[in-house]
Each structure stands twice: as C-alpha cells, then as structure tokens.
C-alpha cells in the first residue's frame, strides 16, 4: 500500500505571492500522482495529475506541479496566489495493484489561507 | 453534464440508531466509491464497485457497514448501529473506469453527526 506525506498542515500566504505545497510518497514504483482541491462544504475537484511523460504538470487555475521520481515528490506551485485560493489541498497518489487498482491514497491536506 | 450527487447533505442521529446514505453518480460512470473523511484527514477509501460488484472492500468494517448498488448505477451505504466513532464525512466519487490512470469525481459528501 501507498502512503502519502503532506509535510505542512497549514499554509498561510499573504496575496500576490508564490506558494508550494509539499508531497512525497512511499513507492518508486510506478504511480500516479494527482492534487485535488476542496473548498469549504464542497467535494473534492482535480486540479491536476501527473500519468507519464514531462515530469512538469499545469492545471486549473494556474497550479502545477512537478513529479520527482528520484525523491519520490510531487510538490503543487503556484507563482501568485489569489484569495480564492484559500482552500483545503489534496495529494493523492494510485498505483497499478491488481488487489488496489484504481485506489487513491490521499494525504491528511494542507490548509491554505490566503491573507489581502 | 450532472456531477455526483449525494444526500442527504447532512444527517445527525444518536448513537445506536441506523443511518443510510445515497450516491447518484455521473452517467456512464461504471466504478463507484465510498470514502470516510475523519475530521483534518484525507478520504480513505470504504469501497469500489466496478458496476454492481464490490471489487475492492477490504476497508470496509463489515460488522456494522453495508452498501449496495443493485442496479449499477446509484449506491446506498448503510450504518447499523451508529456509533460515536462514526461522525465523519462521507464522499462517493464516481469514474468511467476502473484504471489508476482514471480521474474521479467526488459528490459534495454527507457530514454524518453521531450524539
């Protein structure tokens, strides 16, 4: 099974500046990788994933992330955050498992708080 | 398109008592999950169904949970008796098939209160 580290609870960041929320994950073997958001009373929404191929990914609302197989890292950026990005942040692995095909492993979050 | 529907939206019961939740997911959508989410946790996943068979329920505590999808298509899951250790919030999630490779999409989840 998988196991994934969210190494921040909370983040707090003032507006207009950049931030990067942190992953890593158990296995080198092979995985994909996805960041979910979710705002307050709402369920889950993708932002992005990593399947193969270029290890930098770009989703919604301007996140990416980068997949690092050699330290097992697939950390989310954004180069200036807005206030409506105060949410909760998911990382979230899969692996090719027969028993566990198609599981997510989701990490504990981190809360992002977007200060004016 | 609609996206997972779940409800009710919000259930508070004493403890001992039943409680049964509802998922509608997206059309077309073969594979079905539950997941609890614990209060500042991530959603661990309680059960998969790819159509109406439970392909993947290793996680779920079968002494007082159940779920069903007669129809493969909407999903119950059923609590029986509530215990305190229950209040959480509990997300079904959808997706066209069964692959890792495959996004899923999460209704807005039931927030369960046990008394």
């Given at each position: 099974?998988?196991?994934?580290t969210?190494?921040?609870?909370?983040?707090?960041?003032?507006?207009?500046?950049?931030?990067?929320?942190?992953?890593?994950?158990?296995?080198?073997?092979?995985?994909?990788?996805?960041?979910?958001?979710?705002?307050?009373?709402?369920?889950?929404?993708?932002?992005?994933k990593?399947?193969?191929?270029?290890?930098?990914?770009?989703?919604i609302?301007?996140?990416?992330?980068?997949?690092?197989?050699?330290?097992?890292?697939?950390?989310?950026?954004?180069?200036?955050?807005?206030?409506?990005?105060t949410?909760?942040?998911?990382?979230?692995?899969?692996?090719g498992?027969s028993?566990?095909?198609g599981?997510?492993?989701?990490?504990?979050?981190?809360?992002?708080?977007v200060?004016? | 398109?609609?996206?997972?529907?779940?409800?009710?939206?919000?259930?508070?019961?004493?403890?001992?008592?039943?409680?049964?939740?509802?998922?509608?997911?997206?059309?077309?959508?073969?594979?079905?999950?539950?997941?609890?989410?614990?209060?500042?946790?991530?959603?661990?996943?309680?059960?998969?169904?790819?159509?109406?068979?439970?392909?993947?329920?290793?996680?779920?505590?079968?002494?007082?949970?159940?779920?069903?999808?007669?129809?493969?298509?909407?999903?119950?899951?059923?609590?029986?008796?509530?215990e305190l250790?229950?209040?959480?919030?509990?997300?079904?999630a959808?997706?066209?098939?069964?692959?890792?490779?495959?996004e899923?999409?999460?209704?807005?989840g039931?927030?369960?209160?046990?008394?």
């Amino acid at each position: 099974a998988q196991s994934v580290t969210q190494l921040d609870s909370q983040v707090p960041v003032f507006e207009e500046a950049p931030v990067e929320l942190r992953c890593n994950y158990s296995s080198s073997v092979s995985v994909y990788l996805f960041w979910y958001v979710q705002y307050p009373n709402q369920g889950l929404q993708l932002l992005l994933k990593y399947l193969s191929g270029s290890t930098l990914v770009k989703g919604i609302n301007g996140f990416e992330a980068e997949f690092n197989k050699s330290q097992t890292s697939f950390h989310l950026r954004k180069p200036s955050v807005h206030i409506s990005d105060t949410a909760e942040y998911f990382c979230a692995v899969s692996d090719g498992g027969s028993s566990t095909l198609g599981r997510l492993y989701f990490g504990r979050g981190t809360q992002l708080t977007v200060w004016p | 398109e609609a996206g997972v529907v779940q409800s009710p939206r919000y259930k508070i019961i004493e403890k001992k008592q039943p409680v049964a939740f509802w998922c509608n997911p997206i059309s077309g959508h073969n594979t079905l999950y539950w997941y609890l989410q614990n209060l500042g946790q991530g959603p661990e996943l309680l059960i998969r169904y790819e159509n109406e068979e439970a392909v993947d329920d290793s996680q779920l505590p079968k002494d007082r949970f159940s779920a069903e999808r007669l129809k493969g298509v909407d999903s119950t899951l059923k609590i029986q008796p509530a215990e305190l250790g229950d209040s959480a919030v509990y997300l079904c999630a959808s997706s066209p098939g069964t692959s890792g490779r495959r996004e899923q999409f999460f209704g807005p989840g039931t927030r369960l209160t046990v008394l």
